[in-house]
């Protein structure tokens, strides 16, 4: 059970509006989801479009826009550092 903020009226937990007053729990995101394996796909590969995608999806889905949002930083990284960690290694060899 849980309290409704504005009227004080007992809900069920997983109510996601107020059967007393019709106050919308803010918390509760009925769009939100995982992002699938395309989303997934597309910020690896893409991470500028997987950051489009995580400001787009932040305020319906944050579930989704949260993973979408790690894997393109990650991705972003790996673009970055693998090329550095290249030039290390050939350098190291060549040396
Ligand atoms: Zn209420």
Known sequence: ??????????????AAICVG???AFSDI???DRKANAGEIIIAILFPII?????????????TAAKTLNLV????FLAYILL????GIILGVISA
């Open 1 to 14: 059970m849980k309290k409704c903020p504005s009227c004080g009226k007992d809900l069920d937990d997983m």
């Open 50 to 62: 997987g950051a489009i995608l995580y400001y787009v999806y932040k305020k319906d889905k944050p």
């Open 29 to 31: 995101k009925p769009n």
């Open 21 to 23: 007053c019709g106050h």
């Open 83 to 86: 090329p550095i960690l290249g």
């Open 72 to 75: 393109s930083v990650i991705a």
